[in-house]
């Protein structure tokens, strides 16, 4: 009679949050990886963001502030695609990530309105290349898996060295992790269609194995009641499929069903206590809700959803955040392109928001870990104490018990009071056991805030430097972020943009007023748009300035927004000049044709400093200044001998740099020598090179290809080119040459490739490391180039530090770099030194080439009616804190024994000291006789 016992949970009902109780201010973009995408705990919401090329997360809570609304932040997690996180079970703020950058890390996070941590508490390198997936243990404290290409891992956090165990490697990529609800099994999905189940502390191969796949497009795996294991994934067809199958005997299904035709990844989350599976799939908009039960029917519908926005992740609330009093048995968090959306299940019943109704909550499991992952792995198999959700009956807060000093100088797993006061969670460790929070921390030396044994104790012969440089350079711009403009601000609809512009061309370039874009138009033409009137080009023809021949390179001169510069590859330099108001039809005649290389040009560069002078390097191997005043050739440079991928003039416009095919670097000063003042050895590659002038123009920054075609970038002394490079990174493979933008003011260097989503950022200083790697940014889709402009384009009052025009196949986008901060009322003085007014010339050409050296002006960003950030009024201190070194010194027993000794003699007296009634005068001996 089984099949006839009605569920209370048939007739729950999805409902969705009204739009203002959404999570708004969300960039989530379309990655591809085997994660949710979004996580939930019962106090934090983390989801992937589009920015920084998805190696950041972005960071809500799951209920709004005192104003009502929702703050949305973002972390700078890894320097690459965050493909999967996790929270952990016992504790609301610990988050894990793994990532394609091939490292794990765990992060304590804090209330969304308050300053972030940018260090992680602990950093993992499996050394087995980009991973997919991690999961933290559902009972033991530190206890992880992560899933590498090939091999599952398991990893006991407390000690960093090498992984627990490493799992019998699958025949292909592992697709999915699912831990069983007790902790004892681990099953494991993968590529070549097989599902394996493995005890990792009996045997590394799996227990359980079978070809239960159809199709090796993406599956997931997921154990539900009992020793049920649940697949989502494709049948043959391509049709997606949902199988249920017993842990024990894996040869067939026990039972199935088809879920449509769509591509999206299907995702599964099952509610224990309630036996409720929710399916959703990626960029679908419905999210169907099925029961599991153990008994037949094993699987049958409950509801059908429909939401307004396709689906790019979704999470499961815990149980303890549910709102119990209306009968919510379930919350989801939808992550759509542009917001989060709470669907809240509930269960229809009468007196709803009145009285507790105990049948349809079960106790569930706790927020206390049963054992330590060493517990776990020696092979305890306590279980989570389960809980009530009777609001009447759940547990009360525990006093904190009494800490030893240790604790109380903030060094054990909670953190420190410093982290309390700044709302940071200071439960109890994933490295602890629940009695532990009174014990002493196992690592005394650990720094404030870490958990104990997630760093290693350093010695007493370290001092706080080598710490330092043990946890690696900081920078303020290390969190820097990406972020296209309104598309308001766009210009939309270019048409016959010329994608094979020469390696030696940015692509296109751009002024405060203009931008001039090259078409792939018989004749050398060259679109002029105003970047005063954004949004939709005309399906007609545009304004275009009309070459006779292919164009090579084109700038635009920085003194006068009017005139262009365009080199041809018939060995021609034409001078074009916009008329007053923007050009409207096709230009055809220019000011000024300059005449004198005698092959192709590859480029041409203005002086930064001299009104009317012009640079320009040939197929010809000669380099050729040129006084566009007078329209003719005053220098030539000699000395290559093969290709000049790139020139850059010093920032005090004395010396001109520049980087051969060759393989040399060569600094020149043309107006005492036609040769080269300095030559080096520059990059091995023959695909192409930049040079740009960095740190005040002490030295030279060159990106480039190393002999194996792998990206890098290699920094050079301008005192000392023949000594080589001083220090160089490397940073990918691909074909396209970097083209690096230093802003001066900051000391920044964002490297873009044409035909690439990913721009990488750099602070460049002048002393060890020399590279400071800092958050990338992802476009949508692949760029053509990217122009900056000037330091007055930036928004200080949202901390912008350079904005740029990104060109796509059919748009130009401005993006904005800015630097996260919290008090943004105040002028980040910091951050905006005086900045050079370098669109205004110095002197002119003629002064320049007759010895005349000058500078440019300087200005400052602030606005009136803001305060600078270092006039701001100091906040009160919570209390004094003893100086770091006091905490990161460890002292040896016999230190520790000495001072004890030494302090127990200061408050008794030493035994050798003689006593105070031996210094009293006494009586004569006859006395006594009396």
Known sequence: MNRFKTSKYKNTTPKIAKKDEWINNVRAGSFSCQGNHIQAS??????????????????????????????????????????????????????????????????????????????PELTLRPGQGRLELVHFHPTSSG??????????????????DAPLAVLEPHGDQVQSL????????????????????????????????????????????????????????FDMMRNRELKLWDSRKLSSSVSSLSIGTSSGILIPLFDEDTGLLLLSGMGDTVIDCYEISSSEPLLSQVSHCLTDSST??????????????????????????????????????????????????????????????????????????KVSLNPNKRPKTKATPEKPASAKKGLISGGSKEDQARGCSTSSSPLSTPSSSAAPSRSPSST????????????????????????????KFRHIQGVVMHRDTHITNIRGLNLTTPGECDGFCANHQRVAVPLAIAGGQIAIVERSQPGRLPDTAVPTVQNSGNVADFCWDPFDPRRLAVAGEDAKIRVWKVPEGGLKGTLTEPELILQGHTEKIYSVKFHPLASGLLVSSSYDLSVRLWDLDRGEQVKLLTGHEDQVFGMAWSPDGKLLATVCKDAKVRIYDPRKSTAPVQEGAGPEGHRGARVVWVCDGKYLLVSGFDSLSERGIYLYSADSLSSGAIASIPISISPSTLIPFYDPDTGVVILSGKGENRVYIYEIVPEEP????????????????????????????????????????????????????????????????DTAMWWEPALTASAWLSGSNGQHKKMS???????????????????????????????????????????????????????????????DEDEWDD
């Open 42 to 119: 019962s106090k934090l919401v983390a989801f992937n963001s589009e920015q920084a090329g998805g190696g950041m997360l972005g960071l809500s809570s799951v209920r709004p502030g005192s104003d009502g609304q929702w703050t949305v932040t973002h972390i700078s997690c890894h320097s690459d695609l965050v493909t999967d996180m996790d929270f952990s079970p016992f504790d609301e703020s610990l988050l894990v990530t793994c990532s394609a950058d091939e490292t794990v890390k765990l992060w304590r996070l804090c209330d969304p309105e308050l300053e972030q941590s940018g260090t």
């Open 143 to 160: 206890l992880l898996a992560v899933g590498s290409a090939r091999s599952p891992l398991i990893w006991d956090v407390s000690s960093q």
């Open 178 to 233: 699912s831990w069983k609800r007790d902790g004892s099994l681990l099953a494991t999905s993968c590529k070549d269609k097989m599902l394996r189940v493995f005890d990792p502390r009996a045997q590394l191969t799996p227990v359980q194995s079978a070809k239960c796949l159809q199709n090796n497009k993406d599956s997931r795996v997921l154990w539900t009641k009992d020793e049920l294991l649940l697949t989502t994934g």
């Open 312 to 385: 790019r992740g979704v999470a499961m609330l815990p149980k303890m955040a549910l709102d119990v009093m209306s009968c919510e048995v379930v919350r989801l968090l939808q992550l759509t392109d542009s917001c989060i959306v709470p669907i809240s299940y509930q269960v229809p019943r009468k007196h709803s928001g009145q009285e507790f109704h105990d049948d349809l909550y079960p106790d569930t499991v706790g927020t206390t870990a049963a054992m330590t992952a060493e517990e776990w792995w020696q092979g305890g198999n306590q279980q989570v104490e």
């Open 448 to 475: 404030s805030g870490l958990s104990s044994g997630f760093l290693p104790s350093p010695s007493p012969s370290q001092s706080v430097k080598a710490i330092q440089s043990l946890m690696g350079p900081t920078s």
């Open 770 to 833: 020399y590279f400071i790697e800092c958050s990338s940014f992802t476009s949508s889709e692949p760029h053509k180039g990217f122009a900056f402009l000037r330091k007055t384009e930036c928004n200080v009052r949202d901390v912008e530090v350079a904005v740029g025009l990104m060109l796509t196949k059919t748009t130009i986008e401005p993006v904005a770099f800015k630097v996260p901060r919290v008090k943004k009322e105040f002028f980040q003085d910091d951050v905006y030194t």
């Open 861 to 923: 960003l602030k606005p009136k009616d803001m305060t600078p950030v270092s006039e701001a009024p100091k906040e009160a201190p919570v209390r004094k804190y003893l100086p770091s070194s006091v905490y990161l010194e460890e002292k040896t027993d016999e230190q520790k024994k000495e001072e004890l000794l030494s302090a127990m003699v200061a408050k008794l007296g030493n035994m050798d000291d003689p006593l105070p009634q031996e210094s009293f005068e006494g009586v």
